[in-house]
């Protein structure tokens, strides 16, 4: 049987034999080489080409196939190349130079993209051998499936373009053809299945976020983010940032740091509908806008903070000691001021760690948990030394911090009294403060620990199965011994002499 191709011509599509086919090419060229060099010759293509759209409907119609007979006529009511004079200017006789020849995607004979119709145009190739070798390096090396996505993405789709569809219309032509429409339906059907659950799982986690956000850090609702197993209190951390820096910058991190958080956020939402209802849209400006006003953000966001952050540059240490003139047998540890007995109305605790700050708006004092340690004598001084910590611009500053920073204890016989927080100046800015009491006695000593004592060890326990316990720790066992191995149950001890 005859075959019949696809041919595109301003912007119309024909079907025209093979041999009808091979006589436009051929005439077209012609024309491309006589006017090659022609001042504004661009522009006559798309005239000679509308005016031979026009004869070939006006022939034929849409539906019919253009044969040899009508290209003669077309020529004849046109008229060749060599009898075009270069000096007229009426539109049918304006010739333009065909553009370079390149390789498109075929829209009008595609199964999947049109890749393997636009390659065989390009080659004058039936599309079902490329169609077939395709289908070969994807089952037997691998490549064929990411070689023609490739080619999706690269090739432009032909449009108003000058393009050709080869199809051949035999039977066994036919057959392969409706076997790969087959495949590609299947593919297409398990591409838009896998698109739509990522982009629910997109949505989903976007409007998830995006919600938690809104109830921790805006109506501070409580329960339901929670994480107090972990010690972490992060309600409040809009309020606590007031003591870290700058009140006048507070706005301004949090407006950036919204923005920072919601930008992707929305993004990943709006791609996820996307993925959904497959849809398309001229967002290449708007997603360029978001990106840009993103980084800004987000460079904005880095200096206030890296500016902020200088307030925390240096470190200063100081440390005082209260020497025991003799050991006693059993120290008693015990809390005198309580966190029970504060006044605050907020909390924040920073994740796997005893460090908790406590919050008065009225005052506008923070206080803070210190960390207590028992460890053996060394050289056989035993002491209670409390080490303070505080940060600034400069060291200078920085001590001058940890002089303001208040804090109870004392040692009356074989009785060591603590608080169990210590006090930030009023109106003062956190300066990552922190006071560490270091217990030193000699091995054997028997520790006697209340409750909220207990609470504020910074180191690990061992209990009479030889399990190590957190610091937090909730025995009900307030007797302790000092080993080398560190604070253990009294009764293990026991056990052992035993």
């Known amino acids: ?230 010690g972490v209190n992060i309600f409040y951390f809009p309020d606590f940032l007031n003591y870290i820096v700058n009140p006048p910058t507070v706005p301004w991190i949090m407006i950036l740091t919204s923005l920072a958080f919601l930008l992707p956020m929305i993004a990943i939402i709006y791609w996820g509908v996307k993925m959904i209802f497959w849809f398309r849209a001229k967002d290449g400006v708007v997603s360029l806008v978001g990106l840009v006003l993103w980084v800004t953000v987000i460079t904005a966001l880095v200096i206030i903070l890296f500016n902020e952050g200088i307030s925390f540059a240096k470190t200063a240490k100081s440390s005082t000691e209260l020497v025991l003139p003799k050991s006693p047998d059993t120290l008693y540890i015990m809390t005198d001021q309580k966190v029970a007995d504060l006044k605050y109305e907020k909390e924040f605790s920073l994740p796997h760690e005893e460090y908790s700050v406590y919050i008065n708006d009225d005052k506008k004092e923070l206080y803070i948990r210190p960390y207590l340690n028992v460890n053996r004598s060394v050289n056989k001084v035993n002491k209670v030394e409390v080490r303070k910590r505080s940060t600034g611009r400069t060291e200078q500053e920085a001590m001058k911090k940890i002089e303001g920073l208040q804090y109870n204890y004392s040692l009356n016989g074989d009785t060591l009294h603590i608080d169990e927080y210590f006090t930030s100046p009023a109106g003062r800015k956190w300066a990552a403060d922190n006071i560490a009491i270091n217990v030193y006695m000699p091995v054997g000593t028997i520790l006697k620990i209340d409750k909220d004592s207990r609470i504020l060890f910074h180191q690990r326990f061992q209990n009479e199965n030889d399990e190590n316990l957190e610091s937090r720790w909730e025995s009900r066992n307030s007797c302790w011994v000092l080993t080398d191995d560190g604070l253990e149950e009294a009764t293990t001890k026991s056990s052992r002499q035993k």
């Open 1 to 230: 049987m005859d075959k019949t191709i696809n041919i595109n011509i301003a912007g119309t599509l024909f079907q025209i034999d093979d041999e009808a086919f091979r006589i436009l090419r051929d005439y077209l060229q012609a024309i491309n080489n006589r006017f090659r060099n022609v001042q504004g010759g661009h522009e006559t293509i798309e005239d000679i080409e509308s005016r031979i759209a026009e004869i070939f409907q006006s022939q034929k119609g849409l539906a019919g196939v253009i044969t040899k007979e009508n290209i003669e006529a077309m020529i004849s009511i046109i008229g060749k190349p060599e009898e075009f004079d270069q000096n007229e200017t009426e539109p049918e006789q304006k010739v333009y130079p065909l553009q370079k020849k390149r390789m498109y995607r075929n829209p009008d004979d595609k199964i999947i993209g049109g890749v393997c119709s636009g390659i065989g145009t390009y080659l004058d190739t039936d599309p079902v051998l490329f169609r077939i070798l395709f289908v070969l390096f994807t089952v037997f090396f691998g490549v064929g499936f990411f070689l023609y996505i490739i080619l999706w993405i690269a090739l432009p789709e032909a449009s108003a373009q000058y393009s050709a569809g080869y199809t051949n219309t035999s039977k066994i032509g036919n057959a392969f053809n409706e076997i790969f429409r087959a495949i590609g339906r299947v593919c297409y059907l398990i591409l838009r299945i896998f698109l739509i659950i990522i982009g629910v799982l997109l949505v989903v986690t976007g409007f998830l976020f995006i919600l938690s956000f809104v109830m921790v850090f805006v109506f501070k609702y409580p329960g339901a983010f929670s994480i107090d197993s972990s």
